[in-house]
């Protein structure tokens, strides 16, 4: 499987970040055994003209060839991408999706955005997903007052999915109990906290916000959000929270001061379905969630734009949260013929750059995401479609019930080969830029899906693990996922933290840690790029490479036997992280990678 190959890194682009104006270096390295280059050529798109550069042979070493060529950066989002053509006449197009014989979309081109980037620590990133009412509750939780909403139950109690209590169970977690188990994230060395929404509403989800000016008391209040970012900065942990910009609960108090009252300030701040402004748009349907308008811009002023907004408030001293995931990002400012998606995400961007421009901005947008993520504002994507699905496809049980949250087609997971896993990884990633792929979150589940590990195929937990941490992206634990938690949706995969079962969860807890540490203390794994080697229907083979080291990589759910051409890599090596029984040795056809499957093996080799 050598293939022409480029990617957004250090290896291929002399600058992910240029400025407007600024000709970028970009390279290109070709397989000899493609046969012999007659020329390379980069097309560009700018002002949606096309545009070649020819491009020069660099050097030759290993079995590759390197080509070079310089663009020149003409629009904030500049898209390119290789014509390779043979002495014998054969063209390839060489794109982000792959290498093809037939020209292809603009929509697939690599791309270099000009927009401010994540910050550095991004791409080396570990994320620990908490659901504050389920992680661990403090002394004080036990004196705190029960709201009527809130159907108290024992830390030991089944999750009731029956409605009220489906939303309504409340378990009592809090932010000093987080606190109290840092040294559980410690163990684990996860470099990022992400709570999910703390404001006060009336659920235990809390995605229906009351208010935004101040944390739920339930939770501790404000006193214990500034404790933990402390605490958590102390151990070296970022931490984000979560916000909600597409809808409020309706007992927010802008929402409430709106409702029936036309002559309300607030009345601009959603949209109202009759004259009376007792009907309303709201998030599919659901009337708790009344939906923003964000044509207001008294709405924008307080939430998101300027130093005195929502968004602003809680990066400042003493909270100091280090950027926001924004709740269904994908259908923010959407509604009808109105589309102000761009104008609210920019601005939120903009706001947390003039308040600390070393934050993460984060969005969910489950589906087919890269369209709203070329730079302009959302760093990363909370995103199923291009690790999350593909993998569930090809490491969980056929065809199974899969319960809300993941999006799959008639509610069932498809029974994917290797193959399908990966040729629709590449396609839902190939149009996100490169720095974006890598702040996008490599998720096995989160909060809003069943658990992974509810209907994986025995023995591949640790595959799927180490494919969150290897391919490009942040991966994403989910409390629970170190104990082996299980859950048929959503709401069911809320479970509370069986503390008291830590010691049995020992070796579950060892897996992720290890692996943790995989991703952790090797360079390529952080920004390095990524070819694939070898894809077979039970089998994944791919490097992450960069100029220090290259991480050779075989997952498979199946017993493997691959033989990759002698040029494939740059030597052999022993293997630094293996989960299963493996080798990888040179022979005189190439070098074989032999092991009983379900196994996840990587091996460190020599930098480019």
Excluded: C
Excluded at 119 to 138: E, G, H, K, L, N
Excluded at 456 to 464: F, I, M, N
Excluded at 540 to 561: G, K, M, P, Q, T
């Amino acid at each position: 499987m050598l293939e022409p190959h480029h990617d957004g890194s250090p290896l291929y682009v002399s600058n992910p970040s240029p400025r407007l104006g600024e000709t970028v270096r970009v390279r290109l390295r070709v397989p000899e055994s493609l046969g012999a280059v007659r020329a390379v050529r980069v097309r560009s798109n700018p002002d949606r003209e096309p545009r070649l550069s020819t491009a020069d042979r660099l050097h030759a070493a290993n079995g590759w060839v390197w080509w070079e060529a310089g663009i020149l950066i003409e629009n904030p989002v500049h898209g390119y991408r290789f014509l390779v053509r043979l002495e014998d006449g054969t063209d390839f197009w060489v794109n982000a999706r792959g290498v093809f014989t037939i020209e292809t979309l603009d929509s697939e081109d690599f791309k270099l955005s000009t927009h401010s980037p994540a910050p550095d620590w991004a791409a080396s990133t570990v994320m620990y997903q908490i659901f504050p009412d389920r992680f661990a509750r403090s002394a004080a939780a036990d004196d705190r007052e029960i709201p009527g909403w809130a159907i108290p139950a024992g830390w030991s109690d089944a999750v009731d999915l029956v409605p009220p209590a489906r939303s309504g169970q409340f378990y009592g977690g809090d932010l000093d109990g987080i606190v109290d188990r840092l040294d559980h994230l410690d163990r684990l060395g996860v470099t990022m906290i992400y709570l999910t929404p703390v404001f006060p509403g009336r659920s235990n989800h809390r995605y229906d916000a009351s208010n935004f000016d101040a944390v739920d008391p339930l939770l501790g209040g404000d006193d214990a959000l500034a404790r933990l970012t402390a605490a958590a900065h102390a151990r070296g942990f970022t931490i984000i929270g979560d916000l909600t910009s597409n809808h409020s609960g309706d007992a927010h108090d802008w929402f409430v001061a709106a409702h029936r009252h036309p002559e309300a300030v607030e009345s601009e701040f959603y949209y109202w379905l009759d004259d009376d402004q007792e009907t309303y748009a709201s998030w599919l349907g659901v009337p708790s969630l009344p939906k923003f308008n964000w044509n207001s811009r008294e709405l924008r002023r307080r939430f998101i734009d300027g130093e005195d907004s929502v968004v602003a408030e809680w990066l400042k001293p003493p909270f100091s949260l280090d950027g926001w995931r924004i709740d269904v990002a994908n259908m923010t400012g959407r509604f009808g013929d109105e589309d102000l998606n761009a104008d609210v995400r920019r601005t939120i961007r903009n706001t947390m750059i003039a308040v600390n421009p070393d934050t993460i901005l984060l969005a969910e947008s489950t589906n087919d995401a890269a369209g709203d993520f070329q730079g302009d504002g959302w760093h990363g994507a909370m995103t199923y479609a291009n690790f999350t699905r593909p993998l569930w496809g090809w490491l969980s049980e056929p065809a199974s019930a899969a319960g809300g949250g993941l999006g799959m087609t008639m509610d069932a997971i498809p029974a994917y080969t290797g193959h399908q896993f990966y040729a629709a990884h590449r396609q839902f990633s190939a149009g996100f830029p490169w720095r974006t792929r890598l702040a996008n979150m490599n998720a096995l589940d989160t909060h809003d899906t069943p658990r992974f590990a509810t209907r994986a195929l025995a023995g591949v937990v640790p595959v799927a693990v180490g494919l969150s941490m290897t391919l490009p992206g942040i991966p994403v634990v989910f409390a629970g996922d170190e104990f082996g938690l299980t859950g048929v949706d959503g709401e069911h995969s809320r479970t509370p933290m069986p503390w008291d079962d830590i010691d049995a969860a020992a070796g579950t807890i060892e897996l992720y840690a290890t692996l943790i540490g995989l991703r952790r203390e090797h360079p390529a794994l952080n920004g390095g790029g990524m070819r694939w080697l070898f894809v077979g229907d039970d089998v994944l083979v791919f490097i992450r490479e960069n100029a220090e080291e290259s991480i050779l990589v075989a997952a498979a759910r199946a017993d493997v036997d691959v033989l990759l051409p002698t040029d494939a890599v740059a030597g052999v090596s022993e293997s630094i992280a293996v989960f299963g029984d493996g080798e990888l040795s040179t022979e005189p056809g190439g070098i074989r990678i032999s092991a009983t499957g379900p196994v996840f093996l990587a091996w460190q080799l020599p930098g480019v």
